[in-house]
């Protein structure tokens, strides 16, 4: 079912949103993390694993700098 009153987004507006790109900075910096969490361990640790240790242990301090470096700009 379709909600008339909705506002249609084009896909080049989603892609060019604020919301877009910190979308992709931030899986950006999750394949990053896999990265190194998989070369420290030898093997590829999985993006799940990747995902959820940058969570914990990074995104909190990321989303802080990113939201200074914005207000700085």
Request: no cysteine; glycine share 2%; hydrophobic share 30%.
């Amino acid at each position: 079912m379709t909600n008339p009153n909705r506002e249609t987004i084009s896909e080049s507006d989603l892609r060019n949103s604020t919301l877009y790109s910190e979308y992709r900075a931030e899986l950006e910096e999750i394949n990053r993390h896999k990265w190194i969490e998989s070369e420290k361990a030898g093997k590829d640790v999985g993006f799940e694993f990747a995902l959820t240790d940058w969570i914990i242990k990074h995104r909190v301090k990321w989303r802080s700098q990113r939201r200074v470096q914005r207000t700085s700009a």
